[in-house]
């Protein structure tokens, strides 16, 4: 799924305050895997895929509290770059990054 700019899909915005719902009711899961700031955890779940958040929240409502995604964020680091969207030069100008993207055709530098 690609989301344009200032637009975000709207059943996955559902799925996550689902998701953070259950996650809220659940003290359990949070102590276990450190879930003390909400705001945070929605940050980062906007950051995953609309199929894991499903998977996440279909194992919560079955009442399992192990998922991969938790283990995600155990690991989750708030300034992480994803390996596709890494800063490889700066120019002159600060505005101006090289991003680098890779695709099954090859690597593509874009400014």
């Known amino acids: 799924m690609i989301e344009i700019q200032g637009q975000r899909n709207p ?7 689902n998701l953070c ?6 003290n359990g899961l949070r102590e276990k895997f450190g879930i003390d700031n909400m705001q945070k955890f929605q940050k980062f779940l906007r950051t995953r ?4 958040i499903l998977s996440a929240v279909k194992a919560l409502e079955d ?6 995604i938790f283990d995600n964020w155990k690991e989750y680091d708030e300034n992480y770059t994803p390996p596709e969207l890494q800063v490889v030069e700066k ?3 600060p505005s101006r990054q090289l991003y680098l ?3 099954s055709k090859g690597v593509k530098g874009v400014k």
Request: proline share 0%; glycine share 6%.
């Open 101 to 103: 993207f890779s695709s």
């Open 21 to 26: 719902n259950l996650v809220r009711k659940n």
């Open 49 to 52: 895929s609309f199929g894991l």
């Open 63 to 68: 009442g399992r509290n192990n998922h991969q």
């Open 91 to 93: 120019e002159s100008h």
């Open 11 to 17: 059943r996955k915005t559902q799925e996550i305050e």
